[in-house]
């Protein structure tokens, strides 16, 4: 068993603090860190849908991501400069928005509306998997809020969603990359499931070589155990 650049066994997850609350005005907010990546989430409400929503008595869930300019180790241009978001950046936050709006009841929402905004202080690999992770985590504390303000008048998150990354580098699989690591996988997965186990996204690429289904079912049980701890931590999170 090869030695991990920051010493973890191949199935342990980074360590995870965060804060909560830690934005005054927001609905839901949390900072987040999983090892030296930092996601500050926050969730905002507006008492109105998209206009392809209007009408049906339904709300929505959605997302944005964005890359703090020394969030990474040489200056990232910021996309509103640039006049535009690039095609990560819109994959990106796609999938943290499908990833919510999976296990949100948008019908018990009325036509109410939920932007989470996942802001990446500081990137270190992981940071669409930790963006969906804090920002369930600042959906629930939102649902909370608004709850108590009536705004919702029954449960709309019956489950929790979580993500986390997966690979194999150097031959050995290994659970929740960093970027060192992430930089020299032959294969990358990201993978998100409901708190049931139930997939709702995996992305999976071989750098290299083609990867065999053995290693593909390797990978999916690290990221199962992967996303059983962090499922805790959210609901440790929310308990609180």
Do not use: H
């Amino acid at each position: 068993m090869t030695a991990r650049v920051d010493g973890r066994t191949p199935d342990a997850i980074r360590p995870v603090t965060m804060q909560t609350g830690y934005l005054e005005w927001a609905e839901g907010s949390v900072l987040f860190e999983m090892g030296k990546t930092r996601v500050l989430a926050a969730a905002s409400w507006e008492a109105k849908v998209p206009r392809f929503l209007q009408g049906s008595g339904s709300g929505w869930v959605t997302a944005e991501y964005a890359l703090l300019p020394r969030s990474t180790s040489v200056r990232t241009d910021r996309e509103s400069v640039k006049g535009k978001l690039s095609g990560r950046t819109q994959e990106i936050q796609r999938l943290i928005g499908r990833s919510l709006r999976g296990v949100t009841k948008l019908d018990r929402m009325g036509e109410n509306s939920i932007l989470i905004d996942c802001d990446i202080l500081q990137a270190d690999g992981g940071t669409r998997t930790a963006s969906i992770t804090a920002g369930y985590i600042a959906l629930g504390l939102a649902e909370r809020n608004l709850t108590e303000r009536g705004v919702f008048k029954k449960e709309i998150l019956p489950e929790s969603v979580a993500a986390i990354s997966a690979g194999i580098v150097g031959g050995e699989r290994l659970l929740d990359l960093c970027y060192e690591e992430d930089a020299k996988a032959e294969v990358d997965l990201n993978v998100v499931t409901t708190s049931d186990g139930r997939l709702v996204e995996v992305q999976g690429t071989a750098e290299g070589e083609p990867f065999s289904r053995e290693d593909l079912d390797g990978l999916l049980a690290l990221a199962e155990k992967g996303i059983a701890e962090l499922t805790e931590i959210q609901r440790r999170a929310l308990a609180g």
